[in-house]
């Protein structure tokens, strides 16, 4: 059964219900309450990606997929930041929380430490220089989209394929984090409504997951 419910009963409800209703293979998910993979988790999630130093991280919900070939984690977490300190002349403190999509996948190629985001326009100009971004071939809109960089990048140029990055760049704002051989798939935005479906799109199309 879903958790619905953080703490603003109806603003965490809508927002967490049409999230869910975005995923379309719902045959293939499982809900996952089992405190011991939770906690698994969720430290992947701290090993390869930075968490705001005062915020607590938890899953809200957490479903786990399926596939022939392999499996993957679609998380709803809440980041809680807690109350913000009252003034002298206000006693109100405002509660300061928001939910984030994470997927997380355990991948059959050590790919050393990559990372992709958002390209921006400095990252055009000093790649020109430095060459640091993966330009991966048969894939202009994705080279056009996002910065891509490895300490192993030989790896990431052969198993990244064309599939996977043309589903990626269909998508806007998307993080991608990889340590080794653990993937985290996340967005630089809060929570909208699609980002459930784009991470189940994104990791339905990787060719590289653990079977």
């Known amino acids: 059964m879903l958790n619905l419910v953080a703490f603003d009963p109806e603003y965490d409800r809508e927002l967490l219900e049409s999230s869910y209703e975005s995923i379309l293979n719902k045959d293939l998910l499982t809900i996952i309450t089992d405190a011991g993979e939770q906690a698994v988790l969720l430290k992947k999630i701290q090993n390869n990606m930075v968490i705001p130093g005062e915020a607590s991280i938890r899953f809200q919900n957490l479903f786990k997929f399926n596939l022939t070939k392999g499996q993957f984690y679609l998380a709803q977490c809440l980041l809680n930041f807690g109350f913000s300190a009252s003034s ?21 190629f050590d790919l050393g430490k990559t990372f992709m985001r958002p390209e921006t326009k400095i990252d055009k100009i000093t ?6 971004d993966i330009d991966l071939p048969e894939t202009k809109k994705f080279n056009d989209k996002y910065y891509l960089v490895s300490d192993n990048p030989d790896p990431v140029f052969t198993h990244f394929d064309k599939q996977f990055a043309n589903t990626i760049s269909k998508h806007d704002n998307v993080l991608l984090f990889i340590k080794n051989k653990e993937m985290v798939v996340t967005f630089d935005t809060d929570i909208e409504e699609e ?3 784009i991470v189940e799109d994104i990791l339905l199309n990787c060719n590289f997951l653990t079977t």
Do not use: C, D, K, W
Not at 90 to 108: D, K, L, T, V
């Open 88 to 108: 002298r002349t206000h006693s109100f403190q405002e509660h300061h929380y928001h939910f984030q999509i994470i997927g997380i996948a355990a991948i059959r």
């Open 127 to 132: 790649g020109r220089f430095f060459g640091n």
């Open 195 to 197: 980002h459930s479906g």
